[in-house]
Each structure stands twice: as C-alpha cells, then as structure tokens.
C-alpha cells in the first residue's frame, strides 16, 4: 500500500493536539510547546521520508515480480531448463 502523507500528517496533527492538551493539563511551560512541536514535526518528517522510500521500493519490487516469467514446471527437464548457473546444471561442486 502507497505511503499517503495526507492521512499520516492528519494523525500526527490530532495525536500533537492531544499531547499538548496533556502537556497543558500537566503544566509545561507554554514557551517549551512550540520547540517540542517543532523537534516531533522533525522527527515525523524523517519518518515520512523512509517510509515513503519503502513504499516506493516496495512497490518496484512487487512490479518486478509481476514481470518476472514464471514458468511452469512439468517435468525434470522443464526444471533443467530453468537453471542458469552452468556448474549447478552440470552438478559440479
């Protein structure tokens, strides 16, 4: 499944609200919010990124197996013919 930065960034929205409310309740110091909003945005950026790479890789791979021919095999020969490392053809060690 594709990464989708909207949906992610919506969560990170309503999970931070949250945390702040909290923060408030506990009473944290209001001028310490902005710099943690702005190290967990950071840390969500970084985040977004590699999951965004997996996603992309991991759709070339599914796309690599789609071209990937697969054979059918029927027989011993059909099976010896998928080899394509000679000195394992040839049964040599």
């Keep these: 499944m594709a990464y989708n930065h909207g ?14 409310k909290i923060l408030r309740e506990c ?7 902005p710099q943690i909003r702005t190290d967990d945005r950071a840390d969500f950026n970084s985040n977004r990124r590699f999951y965004r ?3 992309d ?3 070339y791979l599914e796309g690599m197996v789609d071209r990937e021919k697969q054979a059918e095999v029927k027989s011993v ?3 010896l ?13």
């Design 7 to 20: 949906r992610e960034d919506r969560k990170w929205r309503i999970w931070k609200e949250a945390e702040e």
């Design 27 to 33: 009473g944290v110091d209001e001028a310490a919010t």
């Design 53 to 55: 790479w997996a996603s």
């Design 57 to 59: 890789f991991g759709e």
């Design 77 to 79: 020969s059909d099976l």
């Design 81 to 93: 013919d998928e080899i394509e490392n000679e000195t394992l053809y040839l049964g040599k060690r």
